[in-house]
């Protein structure tokens, strides 16, 4: 038991590291659920019902499975899964934006056009974007239309919807109001070509890349659930309860982190960077 002792904590930082998308490290943390659309959640509050999981979970396989090392390996493995379940929203929400950015821009770029001021045609794309940032994005057009300055209103409007795109138009919209200009409408036609472009490209690499992110996941659970199938015999349970089988077990779990995350590090295509987001 004393290996197990030394190899879980060891575990549990290979988890964080290894299987979240993202290094879940305090300062990233805002920023990354910003991105899956927990703009308004608190990190504590997060962090809260993370550790609430993990105290159910290791009750509960202590009670069903009376191995002693398998209940601090659940408590590990329940860290990825709410991280997992948020990554996966993460996906979903860029997945919606991008589809919906062109014509949002497309918008914005015909009311220039028409002749309306930037802050009317920013307005005018409401009805374009995904329906999870509506409620934002017609608060802030209405602070600017009552005098909050653009500027600030545009970089409240890129921390609430927390998407590269998003950060690209709004830092070309604050550019042309800085320097000036009428060149704003030819600047969004390009961008907006060049979102359709990386959509088409992205597509394309998702789908040939989903069958590793799926071997991943069949791989990394196909040996637990035999183990749980094998821990129902009296004589498994005691062979897994002695100190051989606690360190071949915390073995094995160490062996699948390290599997899932080189998989998943081959299955997952690199995201677009944020665009100052710390201005």
Do not use: Y
Not at 44 to 68: Q, R
Not at 92 to 102: F, K, N, V, Y
Not at 167 to 172: F, H, S, V, Y
Not at 242 to 250: C, K, P, R, T, Y
């Amino acid at each position: 038991m004393g290996t197990a002792l030394i190899a879980i904590p060891a575990l549990l930082g290979i988890a964080l590291l290894g299987l979240t998308p993202v290094q879940w490290r305090w300062l990233a943390a805002r920023q990354w659920l910003d991105e899956c659309g927990l703009s308004s959640v608190s990190t504590g509050v997060i962090g809260v019902g993370i550790a609430a999981l993990i105290a159910v979970v290791v009750g509960v396989t202590s009670l069903l499975i009376p191995i002693p090392v398998v209940a601090p390996l659940a408590g590990v493995a329940a860290v990825a899964v709410p991280l997992a379940v948020l990554d996966s929203a993460r996906s979903r929400r860029r997945r919606s934006a991008i589809a919906a950015w062109p014509n949002v821009i497309d918008a914005i770029r015909m009311a220039l056009r028409a002749g309306l001021p930037v802050h009317d045609a920013v307005r005018a794309a409401h009805s374009h974007v995904p329906a999870e940032w509506r409620n934002a994005w017609a608060e802030s057009t209405m602070n600017a239309s009552v005098g909050t300055p653009l500027n600030h209103v545009l970089r409240d409007l890129r921390r609430e919807i927390a998407d590269p795109v998003g950060d690209r138009l709004c830092e070309t919209i604050e550019t042309s109001l800085d320097v000036g200009g009428t060149e704003l409408p030819l600047v969004l036609d390009e961008l907006a070509r060049s979102v359709r472009a990386e959509q088409l490209i992205r597509r394309d690499a998702v789908a040939r890349q989903s069958w590793v992110k799926h071997a991943a996941r069949l791989g990394s659970a196909a040996p637990w659930i035999v183990v749980v199938m094998l821990a129902t015999r009296a004589d498994a349970r005691e062979a897994f309860s002695s100190a051989a089988g606690a360190s071949l077990l915390v073995a094995c779990a160490g062996a699948t982190v390290v599997a899932f995350a080189v998989m998943s590090a081959l299955g997952r295509l690199p995201d677009p960077p944020r665009w100052l987001v710390d201005a």
